[in-house]
């Protein structure tokens, strides 16, 4: 096919339900609702993971360092 040679476009049968039933889903109304959070939320959700990795990061920083120091 040759640049700028326009293509023509056939409707079948199958497709043309097919846009009908996607088109009476469109109209249909949705239930779902947006969720609003308080906003502490994000807060309290940092001082969790925050008091989780510490003290992890805390055992494994000297334990690579030790490791580190025996490769040479």
Same mark, same amino acid.
């Given at each position: 096919?040759?640049?700028?040679? $326009?293509?023509?476009?056939?409707?079948? /049968? *199958?497709?043309?339900?097919? !846009?009908? @039933?996607?088109?009476?889903?469109?109209?249909?109304?949705?239930?779902?609702?947006?969720?609003?959070? $308080?906003?502490?939320?994000?807060?309290? /959700? *940092?001082?969790?993971?925050? !008091?989780? @990795?510490?003290?992890?990061?805390?055992?494994?920083?000297?334990?690579?360092?030790?490791?580190?120091?025996?490769?040479?």
């Amino acid at each position: 096919m040759a640049t700028g040679t $326009p293509v023509k476009s056939e409707v079948t /049968a *199958s497709s043309s339900s097919t !846009a009908t @039933t996607m088109g009476s889903q469109k109209n249909q109304p949705t239930s779902s609702k947006k969720i609003h959070y $308080p906003f502490w939320f994000g807060g309290s /959700a *940092s001082c969790c993971a925050a !008091a989780v @990795t510490h003290p992890l990061d805390l055992v494994k920083v000297p334990t690579f360092k030790s490791r580190t120091g025996s490769v040479e």
